[in-house]
């Protein structure tokens, strides 16, 4: 139940920042998660449809990127990225590791028109 109150946090930071550049329409939010944000992108799209009902973000997108486990190597020091397939260090094989990131939950950038145009090509980026 936290993407509700995660989704409705998206939605007001994205309609101030639209608002910035006078948009119109927002019509796709690009998200960043960390690999055990605990969110699920089909939540997020689900209660951003109910709502961003009757905004500018009515209709909107979300897409979403999972960003590879960053950490570092408590037993040479140097800092990598991981898979759930192979947790060690890449460069000594210790699995004595320091998480760096994992919970991250970034909004990357939205698409928004900022003249009422409905063609794809007149979505414009904030970051």
Do not use: W
Not at 58 to 82: F, H
Not at 94 to 105: M, P, Q, T, V
């Amino acid at each position: 139940m936290h993407e509700l109150s995660i989704t409705e946090s998206i939605l007001d930071y994205s309609l101030k920042e639209a608002r910035k550049v006078q948009a119109t329409r927002i019509r796709e939010i690009r998200l960043l998660l960390g690999p055990f944000s605990g969110i699920v992108p089909e939540c997020i799209q689900m209660y951003m449809e109910l709502l961003a009902e009757g905004t500018i973000a009515q209709g909107v997108k979300i897409r979403a990127k999972t960003l590879p486990l960053k950490v570092r190597c408590r037993d040479c020091g140097r800092e990598s990225e991981i898979t759930r397939r192979h947790i060690a260090c890449p460069f000594c094989d210790s699995l004595r590791l320091e998480i760096l990131s994992a919970n991250d939950f970034i909004i990357e950038s939205l698409e928004v028109d900022t003249d009422g145009d409905q063609s794809p090509s007149s979505g414009h980026g904030v970051e």
